[in-house]
């Protein structure tokens, strides 16, 4: 079962965000199924450090995207970002001992932060600024 599912909620309100987001959520359960499908922790930690590197390379893409463009909320909009990647890492470190992940918990917490980030940080940008470039 996928681990995440796209809501309506998640949207920006901009096709190619949007499709942009998408992605990354079919990313993440694409590597869930992965892990899901082998045991053990390397399987675990190279879940975690996948997932990881897939979001923040997205954030990389608009915090930088922010910068060029001289964004006036850009120190708001990364430290949302943060907070997530802090989140992550917490999670990272809790499951570091255990040999399973809790799929329920980490969902929770990913879609109760791509709900509200979606929907107001990256709507707010994308509004102003575009879509930005790859
Ligand atoms: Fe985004
Ligand atoms: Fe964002």
Sequence with gaps: MALLQWKDQYSAGIEAVDHEHRELIDLINKLHDEMSSQAGKPAIDAFFG?????????????????RERKYGELAQHKHDHERLLDE??????????????????LATRL????GRHFETHDARLHKVLGVHPH
């Design 88 to 105: 992550i890492r917490d999670i990272m470190d809790d499951f570091a001992e255990h040999e399973e992940v809790a799929a329920a918990e």
């Design 111 to 114: 879609e109760l932060w791509f």
């Design 50 to 66: 996948d997932l990881f590197k897939a979001i923040s390379t997205h954030f990389a893409l608009e915090e930088r995207f922010m």
